[in-house]
């Protein structure tokens, strides 16, 4: 932890005026998704200018809003209708919408600590992240959403370049089908099917992390703005 917090700062002391204000977000363009752009930066911004805030339903809730505001999902809050999440090889069902509010709860006074981390809390970080996606608690978005999630926390742990991690797209894009593959591994093919196994899920996760420091450097070196 103490290693990749130098590389974090040495980073963000690099950073490009221009990334500073969520140009990176445009330059991730075509990795990235198309939808909702404006949206994203919005949200970008909240946890650049606002790292302070509290790892809680209302927080999460808030930056749904931004991030599917103008969308028919905005303003809707938890999902109200079961949500079943499956590609070519990958199925998922989430946690059933009358049980999610609950979970939702809980889930943030599990994690609470991480609004005030200590250096071996950074693991529960990605933990939290598992437990997110598996609940799966909004209707759409909950990829993107969990992903500024884990940026605000890797901020709160002490990173200051972690708003600008291209985190979404290498998961999603270079990554997703063996995130996929890991969820199931971790959880079963539904929410609560068995313990949840964390420790291969955090591995994985803290290389994508790892990953996105990688590129972020090389497009920081590529576009001195």
Do not use: W
């Not at 927080?59 to 109200?80: A, H, M, N, P, Q």
């Not at 939290?128 to 742990?157: T, W, Y």
């Not at 929410?191 to 420091?213: N, R, T």
């Amino acid at each position: 932890m103490e290693k990749l917090i130098e590389r974090d700062r040495a980073l963000a002391s690099e950073l490009p005026d221009a990334f500073l204000h969520g140009a990176h977000l445009s330059l991730m363009y075509a990795l990235g998704h198309c939808e909702n752009r404006l949206n994203e930066m919005e949200v970008f911004r909240l946890i650049r200018d606002h790292p302070e805030l509290e790892l809680n339903v209302q927080t999460i809730i808030c930056l749904y809003d931004v991030l599917t505001s103008g969308t028919e999902y905005g303003g809707r809050g938890f999902k109200s209708k079961q949500i079943y999440v499956e590609s070519e090889d990958y199925f998922y069902i989430t946690l059933p919408p009358e049980e999610t509010p609950d979970a939702m709860r809980a889930l943030c006074a599990r994690y609470s600590h991480l609004n005030h981390p200590k250096p071996e809390d950074f693991d529960d970080i990605f933990r939290f992240l598992l437990d997110f996606i598996c609940i799966h608690p909004m209707e759409d978005a909950n990829g993107r959403l969990s992903v500024f999630l884990v940026q605000l926390l890797l901020r709160k742990a002490g990173l200051e370049a972690a708003p600008f991690l291209p985190f979404d797209a290498v998961l999603g894009k270079f990554h997703l089908r063996q995130y996929q593959l890991h969820i199931l591994k971790a959880s079963g093919s539904f929410y609560g099917q068995k313990p949840i196994e964390y420790d291969l899920f955090v591995e994985f996760a803290k290389e994508l992390v790892l990953e996105s420091y990688d590129i972020l450097g090389a497009a920081c070196r590529t576009y001195p703005l």
